[in-house]
């Protein structure tokens, strides 16, 4: 193994502090990454023409800073604690990572449950029958039998009103969400409402198509449509049936009212079906879209249901933007993977998805429910709120809570969350909370990951009350 060490700067310093400072430079730079096995002491001091006491000595000395690690049988390597400080940092030692212990980062659905089994047999089946003439480049809607069966599944589990020729297939919602907009900016739209708080993709992807972004409000029945008439814009963005990431509802008549008001403005509403297929105390909501498919865009994926390394989504689009669609689809690229489309096909048609989310239901409704408990036994003084559903709860802190001091806190304990304020727009627009999803952690887990947070909750109420006043 070869290293890039420049060993003639510094040349009136001896030669084992100069090795000593270009390795732990490189680590502090990220040239040298956590786990990277270094050259034997031999190996290194023939590369670098010097002797190998030299690099003994550098080796021992960088071990006892931290930066490397030494084994026997296992050679040198850089430490896994060890990680870059970047070019801007004055701190000469290495910024050291605390391993995750509790993800509760928001949106991953649990890892271990894809059904690996269905999805090859799902693959092979597929691939068997697949005409050569299918491996070429086709529609950029997407493969017929994946439009073809979502159209059938999402009608009968989401009410929507699905013709395949409206389907187009993308590399999951943040993609879709891109096509969409450049769509609808093409056709005249120049600004957009998303929700505040909202998931960060819908203004960002918004922003990317160079579309001006408003923010409007929700509470705990959704968004706020009586803000829209005075905005001025051309279409919404929102997520109806579990709000991201509140959890609210939109209300029954706040869904009237939206799609009043989009037909009497000539707008249109994107519909983002988060995190619909999940429900545990309370029927399923119908989509949006099957109330007015000439004015709603559609869009699903199956990144919470199966895993996000799928990069499958899809988007329903009303007859009148399709063309437009495929032809902005045709200039971005040719589209997804067949192969990975014609298994999910197979998998929805055979039943196995309908399978697989009945044993995850089961699953993440023991994860909540074991979240809640915790949240009662070891923070009496926070509340979880939003519906019953979802693979995410927002747990909302008590008056005066430093939101950002909590989080930093609670990584330098190994828990991994997001503040509720990475879903604002509008600085101090929301009350302190957290959002943890439970989706990827097991119940034990969550029992004692939540007993951290209220550790750092403790923590940060703690440095609040020391600091000067």
Same mark, same amino acid.
């Not at 960088?62 to 004055?90: D, F, I, K, N």
């Not at 498919?293 to 199956?302: H, I, Q, T």
């Not at 747990?395 to 809570?401: A, D, I, N, Q, V």
């Not at 609670?410 to 990475?422: E, I, W």
């Given at each position: 193994?070869?290293? %890039?060490?420049?060993?003639?700067?510094?040349?009136?310093?001896?030669?084992?502090?100069?090795?000593?400072?270009?390795?732990?430079?490189?680590?502090?730079?990220?040239?040298?990454?956590?786990?990277?096995?270094?050259?034997?002491?031999?190996?290194?001091?023939?590369?670098?023409?010097?002797?190998?006491?030299?690099?003994?000595?550098?080796?021992?000395?960088?071990?006892?800073?931290?930066?490397?690690?030494?084994?026997?049988?296992?050679?040198?390597?850089?430490?896994?604690?060890?990680?870059?400080?970047?070019?801007?940092?004055?701190?000469?030692?290495?910024?050291?990572?605390?391993?995750?212990?509790?993800? %509760?980062?928001?949106?991953?659905?649990?890892?271990?449950? %894809?059904?690996?089994?269905?999805?090859?047999?799902?693959?092979?089946?597929?691939?068997?029958?697949?005409?050569?003439?299918?491996?070429?480049?086709?529609?950029?809607?997407?493969?017929?039998?994946?439009?073809?069966?979502?159209?059938?599944?999402?009608?009968?589990?989401?009410?929507?009103?699905?013709?395949?020729?409206?389907? %187009?297939?993308?590399?999951?919602?943040?993609?879709?969400?891109?096509?969409?907009?450049?769509?609808?900016?093409?056709?005249?739209?120049?600004?957009?409402?998303?929700?505040?708080?909202?998931?960060?993709?819908?203004?960002?992807?918004?922003?990317?198509?160079?579309?001006?972004?408003?923010?409007?409000?929700?509470?705990?029945?959704?968004?706020?449509?009586?803000?829209?008439? +005075?905005?001025?814009?051309?279409?919404?963005?929102?997520?109806?049936?579990?709000?991201?990431?509140?959890?609210?509802?939109?209300?029954?008549?706040?869904?009237?009212?939206?799609?009043?008001?989009?037909?009497?403005?000539?707008?249109?509403?994107?519909?983002?079906?988060?995190?619909?297929?999940?429900?545990?105390?309370?029927?399923?909501?119908?989509?949006?879209?099957?109330?007015?498919?000439?004015?709603?865009?559609?869009?699903?994926?199956?990144?919470?249901?199966?895993?996000?390394?799928?990069?499958?989504?899809?988007?329903?689009?009303?007859?009148?933007?399709?063309?437009?669609?495929?032809?902005?689809?045709?200039?971005?690229?040719?589209?997804?993977?067949?192969?990975?489309?014609?298994?999910?096909?197979?998998?929805?048609?055979?039943?196995?998805?309908?399978?697989?989310?009945?044993?995850?239901?089961?699953?993440?409704?023991?994860?909540?429910?074991?979240?809640?408990?915790?949240?009662?036994?070891?923070?009496?003084?926070?509340?979880?709120?939003?519906? +019953?559903?979802?693979?995410?709860?927002?747990?909302?802190?008590?008056?005066?809570?430093?939101?950002?001091?909590?989080?930093?806190?609670?990584?330098?304990?190994?828990?991994?969350?997001?503040?509720?304020?990475?879903?604002?727009?509008?600085?101090?627009?929301?009350?302190?909370?957290?959002?943890?999803?439970?989706?990827?952690?097991?119940?034990?887990?969550?029992?004692?990951?939540?007993?951290?947070?209220?550790?750092?909750?403790?923590?940060?109420?703690?440095?609040?009350?020391?600091?000067?006043?």
């Amino acid at each position: 193994m070869e290293l %890039f060490l420049d060993l003639h700067r510094g040349n009136g310093a001896p030669l084992r502090r100069r090795l000593e400072r270009e390795l732990r430079t490189a680590v502090q730079q990220g040239r040298l990454l956590p786990g990277v096995v270094l050259p034997s002491t031999r190996s290194l001091a023939a590369q670098l023409r010097v002797s190998r006491g030299v690099v003994v000595e550098a080796y021992a000395q960088l071990v006892a800073e931290g930066y490397l690690t030494a084994r026997q049988g296992a050679g040198t390597a850089v430490a896994q604690s060890a990680m870059a400080v970047g070019p801007a940092s004055r701190d000469p030692a290495p910024a050291l990572t605390v391993a995750v212990r509790y993800d %509760f980062r928001y949106g991953v659905p649990d890892l271990s449950a %894809f059904p690996r089994a269905a999805w090859l047999a799902a693959g092979a089946r597929s691939l068997r029958v697949l005409p050569d003439a299918d491996l070429g480049y086709g529609d950029v809607r997407g493969a017929i039998e994946l439009r073809q069966a979502l159209a059938a599944y999402l009608g009968r589990v989401r009410g929507v009103v699905a013709d395949p020729a409206r389907l %187009f297939i993308s590399g999951g919602t943040r993609q879709g969400l891109g096509l969409v907009w450049r769509v609808l900016r093409d056709a005249g739209v120049r600004r957009v409402a998303v929700e505040e708080p909202g998931w960060p993709a819908q203004h960002e992807t918004a922003r990317d198509a160079g579309l001006q972004v408003v923010p409007v409000a929700v509470d705990g029945r959704g968004l706020i449509v009586d803000d829209l008439p +005075a905005l001025g814009v051309g279409a919404v963005a929102l997520t109806p049936a579990h709000q991201c990431p509140t959890g609210a509802v939109l209300a029954p008549e706040r869904r009237a009212a939206l799609l009043d008001w989009a037909r009497r403005d000539d707008a249109i509403l994107v519909e983002d079906d988060y995190d619909a297929e999940y429900r545990y105390d309370r029927d399923p909501v119908g989509a949006l879209q099957g109330m007015a498919p000439d004015r709603v865009v559609y869009a699903g994926s199956a990144s919470k249901t199966l895993a996000p390394a799928l990069r499958i989504g899809w988007l329903l689009v009303p007859a009148q933007l399709v063309e437009a669609a495929v032809t902005r689809r045709m200039s971005a690229d040719r589209g997804e993977s067949v192969p990975a489309q014609l298994a999910l096909a197979d998998l929805i048609s055979r039943g196995e998805l309908d399978r697989h989310l009945r044993r995850t239901r089961r699953r993440y409704r023991a994860r909540r429910d074991a979240l809640v408990s915790a949240v009662g036994q070891h923070l009496p003084g926070a509340r979880v709120e939003g519906i +019953a559903a979802g693979l995410h709860a927002v747990l909302r802190l008590s008056g005066g809570t430093d939101e950002c001091a909590v989080v930093r806190s609670a990584q330098q304990r190994g828990v991994a969350l997001d503040g509720l304020a990475t879903f604002c727009q509008l600085p101090g627009s929301s009350p302190p909370a957290l959002v943890l999803g439970y989706g990827n952690v097991s119940e034990p887990a969550i029992a004692r990951g939540v007993a951290e947070v209220a550790e750092a909750c403790r923590s940060a109420a703690g440095l609040r009350a020391s600091a000067p006043r």
